[in-house]
T-cell receptor, first 115, second 114 residues
Framework: GAGVSQSPRYKVAKRGQDVALRCDPI?????LFWYQQALGQGPEFLTY????????KSGLPSDRFFAERPEGSVSTLKIQRTQQEDSAVYLC?????????????FGPGTRLTVL | AQSVAQPEDQVNVAEGNPLTVKCTYS??????LFWYVQYPNRGLQFLLK??????LVKGSYGFEAEFNKSQTSFHLKKPSALVSDSALYFC????????????FGSGTRLSIRP
């Protein structure tokens, strides 16, 4: 398909486990974003890539969260030593152009549940 | 700092009636405003955006939004609601000083009764 894909769609982790969430953006899209959406709330910005460069990681809640996009395409969000408060839907979005005028295209999200 | 407010957690409308979902914003520069819709177990879908130009913006699925600079509002509207419009709606904003992130509102659940 031509849209943003994310895997896995659902992930259950025991507290303390490490998890890795994958995002495949739309081919050719330069910018990639990660958001965290807690239950009943709007998405909150985590981090942003332009090609392989991580230009903004101000939204990452702790040093347990790490994101990478080594070849400027697929991105992985890693959460180490998961905690119950990490339970949320993690959304990935990509944008064709750099700058503020283009809309972001979102993937279906990964629902993470930490027990 | 930029922000978005959606004052209504839920809006209930009868099918066939007009609907309005409210949004107000606060930005330091020129506002870039967006509306997204989220259906259960699906990602956010883009509805429409305001960048510049006409204050009335037309988008997907018959939705439109009116940009009002003096009231700093960007309300989402539709002349005749459908049951299938029932979903969670998010207003979002990005300004000139922030080329990356967009800020989402808390969302409004729209429920259309037959």
């Amino acid at each position: 398909g031509a849209g943003v894909s994310q895997s896995p769609r659902y992930k259950v982790a025991k507290r303390g486990q490490d998890v890795a969430l994958r995002c495949d953006p739309i081919s050719g899209h330069v910018s990639l974003f990660w958001y965290q959406q807690a239950l009943g709330q709007g998405p909150e910005f985590l981090t942003y890539f332009q090609n392989e460069a991580q230009l903004d990681k101000s939204g990452l809640p702790s040093d347990r969260f790490f994101a990478e996009r080594p070849e400027g395409s697929v991105s992985t969000l890693k959460i180490q030593r998961t905690q119950q408060e990490d339970s949320a839907v993690y959304l990935c979005a990509s944008v064709l152009l750099v700058g503020g005028r283009s809309e972001q295209f979102f993937g279906p999200g990964t629902r993470l549940t930490v027990l | 700092a930029q922000s978005v407010a959606q004052p209504e957690d839920q809006v209930n409308v009868a099918e066939g009636n007009p609907l309005t979902v409210k949004c107000t914003y606060s930005v330091s520069g020129n506002p870039y405003l967006f509306w997204y819709v989220q259906y259960p177990n699906r990602g956010l879908q883009f509805l429409l955006k305001y960048i510049t130009g006409d204050n009335l913006v037309k988008g997907s699925y018959g939705f439109e939004a009116e940009f009002n600079k003096s009231q700093t509002s960007f309300h989402l509207k539709k002349p005749s609601a459908l049951v299938s419009d029932s979903a969670l709606y998010f207003c979002a904003v990005r300004d000139d000083s922030s080329a990356s992130k967009i800020i989402f509102g808390s969302g409004t659940r729209l429920s259309i009764r037959p």
